[in-house]
């Protein structure tokens, strides 16, 4: 399974999806984490909304992410990532980038 998970420092769940700096992209193996690396989030560049969620979603898929971790997602971003068939986990602000892998 591959993790996406949206944070501006690489150690925070970021509070906002769309305009997080960055992507934590982590795979896991069987439970354990096998790498992670940290991805410029396109979207966060984007002047145009739907523009930029298409970019976004485009990074997700190309890194074969089926899981998106977040505190806050809007209702378009969700119906797009279900399509797409990414999971959503809601967390609390600030949680831990850690705790996913």
Known sequence: MTIGIP???GKS??????RSRYFMIVDKEHGKET?????E???DKEENEQSGHGKLLKMLVENRVSKVVCFNLNPRMQKNLG???IEVEKVQE?????DFY
Not at 94 to 98: E, P, R, T, Y
């Open 94 to 98: 600030g949680a831990a980038v850690s």
């Open 35 to 39: 790498k992670h690396m940290l991805v």
């Open 41 to 43: 989030n396109p979207h």
């Open 7 to 9: 944070t501006d420092d």
């Open 13 to 18: 769940v970021s509070e906002h999806f769309g």
């Open 83 to 85: 399509s797409l068939k």
